[in-house]
């Protein structure tokens, strides 16, 4: 049982939608009990809700974005507090104007499906997004001499689930030190049927 779509900010809003949304799967449990039929593993839960499934006996559970967290959710569910494990690296690679800067964080690094802004630059401040495009991020920045062509930035999606399936693998940053690599077994899917 998924249910992606419940978005509640509030946790006892949120709550009762999903305790209310589950009613029919606990009724198809009962039933199949009263049966004596074997119970099916029942799945439940997205990122948002998996806590309040957690609470119920027998439920395995099935969140996703707990694993790399991003900003979108890390705004939106302050009860969830998860740090973000998923920074995306991106250079300054041009100023091409006056408190503008230009950085290779296009929308072929960071999804773009949802509205501005895609992602939080860690270490800029005072920015504003002034345009996003395939290849580039351009900001407007109020102290745009600080940034030169090959500073580093780091970014937080917004949304990290359409993001990760951009890259073949993730580096894992441990205490300050490159350790390894993950593969992104997304980024390669193959229809089978």
């Excluded at 779509?5 to 606990?26: K, N, W, Y």
């Excluded at 950085?103 to 501005?116: H, I, N, W």
Aim: hydrophobic share 45%.
């Amino acid at each position: 049982m998924y249910d992606g779509h419940i978005h509640e900010s509030d946790l006892a809003a949120r709550t009762a939608q999903c305790d209310a949304e589950f009613l029919p799967v606990q009724a198809m449990i009962d039933d199949l009990r009263k049966a004596g039929l074997p119970l099916p593993a029942v799945v439940a839960g997205g990122s948002p809700t998996f806590p309040i499934h957690a609470r119920r006996p027998g439920i395995k559970l099935s969140p996703g974005t707990p694993l790399l967290w991003d900003a979108g959710y890390g705004a939106a569910y302050a009860d969830l507090d998860f740090l973000v494990a998923a920074v995306l690296v991106g250079r300054v690679v041009s100023k091409p104007a006056p408190g503008l800067v230009c950085l290779d964080l296009g929308t072929k690094a960071v999804a773009s499906e949802m509205p501005q802004p895609r992602l939080s630059l860690l270490n800029v401040d005072d920015y504003r997004i002034a345009g996003h495009n395939e290849e580039h991020l351009v900001i407007a920045v109020a102290d745009a001499d600080r940034y030169h062509p090959g500073f580093v930035a780091y970014g937080v999606p917004t949304h990290i689930c359409p993001t990760v399936a951009r890259y073949e693998s993730a580096a894992v940053i441990e205490r300050g030190r490159c350790t390894g690599e993950w593969p992104i077994a997304a980024r390669n899917r193959r229809i089978s049927v």
